[in-house]
């Protein structure tokens, strides 16, 4: 699947590791609702050209999750700065 890699000069592979790192921490530093949403433009920084459709869950077990993931952050992240901001979309 990385076969293109195999062909590329140095050069060229330190500016793809640059470009990945760029989109890696571009995704790392979203915060508040951001981390929430589909984040194609992390999926686009492969070779493949792909553009998967997420499996949708219903409210509840999506609701589920997000609590879920809430509460991930309160057990991981106990220290980290809380914000009362609603998404306004």
Same mark, same amino acid.
């Given at each position: 699947?990385?076969?293109?890699?195999?062909?590329?000069?140095?050069?060229?592979?330190?500016?793809?590791?640059? *470009? =990945?790192?760029?989109?890696?921490?571009?995704?790392?530093?979203?915060?508040?609702?951001?981390?929430?949403?589909?984040?194609?433009?992390?999926?686009? =920084?492969?070779?493949?050209?792909?553009?998967?459709?997420?499996?949708?869950?219903?409210?509840?077990?999506?609701? *589920?999750?997000?609590?879920?993931?809430?509460?991930?952050?309160?057990? *991981?992240?106990?220290?980290?700065? *809380?914000?009362?901001?609603?998404?306004?979309?």
């Amino acid at each position: 699947m990385d076969e293109d890699l195999d062909s590329l000069s140095h050069d060229d592979l330190v500016r793809e590791v640059k *470009r =990945l790192r760029e989109g890696i921490r571009r995704h790392r530093d979203s915060t508040g609702h951001d981390l929430c949403w589909h984040h194609p433009h992390l999926w686009g =920084l492969l070779p493949e050209s792909t553009d998967p459709l997420p499996e949708v869950p219903g409210w509840p077990q999506f609701l *589920r999750g997000c609590i879920r993931y809430r509460q991930s952050l309160d057990e *991981r992240l106990p220290d980290a700065p *809380r914000t009362t901001r609603d998404y306004l979309g």
